[in-house]
């Protein structure tokens, strides 16, 4: 969106709980065939890897979790109790297995489209998209 920096991997360097503080407000912007989608970031988690037993990195590096472990500011994306796909980007320096947990978005543009993808009314109100 016009007038909006992009982050760069470097903004993703320091601890969970601080890049969680930096990124509430901002957009999460994704081009969907064509149309543009953008939410605002309204609910964020913080993990901190080995230290933190709720964390996917606690047990240990995996095939699974390895980016975790990776450079800063790359999506994690898993998908559970069978009906949710959760997106989490991983923070702090490499072999630090920090991330945060993106946990609500407000949708800010490309409603219509979030809609039809949800499978609701093209016409939907954005808290039923969210």
Same mark, same amino acid.
């Given at each position: 969106?016009?007038?909006?920096?992009?982050?760069?991997?470097?903004?993703?360097?320091?601890?969970?709980?601080?890049?969680?503080?930096? $990124?509430?407000? +901002?957009?999460?912007?994704?081009?969907?065939? %064509?149309?543009? /989608?953008?939410?605002?970031?309204?609910? *964020? @988690?913080?993990?901190?890897?080995?230290?933190?037993?709720?964390?996917?990195?606690?047990?240990?590096?995996?095939?699974?979790?390895?980016?975790?472990?990776?450079?800063?500011?790359?999506?994690?994306?898993?998908?559970?109790?069978?009906?949710?796909?959760? $997106?989490?980007? +991983?923070?702090?320096?490499?072999?630090?297995? %920090?991330?945060? /947990?993106?946990?609500?978005?407000?949708? *800010? @543009?490309?409603?219509?489209?979030?809609?039809?993808?949800?499978?609701?009314?093209?016409?939907?109100?954005?808290?039923?998209?969210?």
């Amino acid at each position: 969106m016009p007038g909006f920096p992009v982050l760069s991997r470097a903004e993703y360097l320091d601890a969970p709980d601080a890049v969680a503080k930096r $990124l509430l407000g +901002s957009l999460l912007v994704r081009r969907f065939e %064509g149309k543009r /989608l953008a939410g605002r970031i309204v609910e *964020v @988690e913080a993990y901190f890897g080995l230290d933190d037993p709720a964390a996917h990195a606690f047990a240990g590096k995996t095939e699974r979790n390895a980016v975790l472990f990776g450079p800063p500011g790359f999506a994690y994306v898993y998908f559970i109790y069978g009906m949710h796909f959760c $997106l989490n980007i +991983s923070c702090e320096p490499q072999g630090k297995a %920090g991330s945060l /947990l993106l946990r609500a978005l407000e949708p *800010v @543009e490309g409603l219509s489209t979030m809609a039809r993808l949800r499978g609701l009314p093209k016409q939907a109100r954005p808290r039923l998209i969210s």
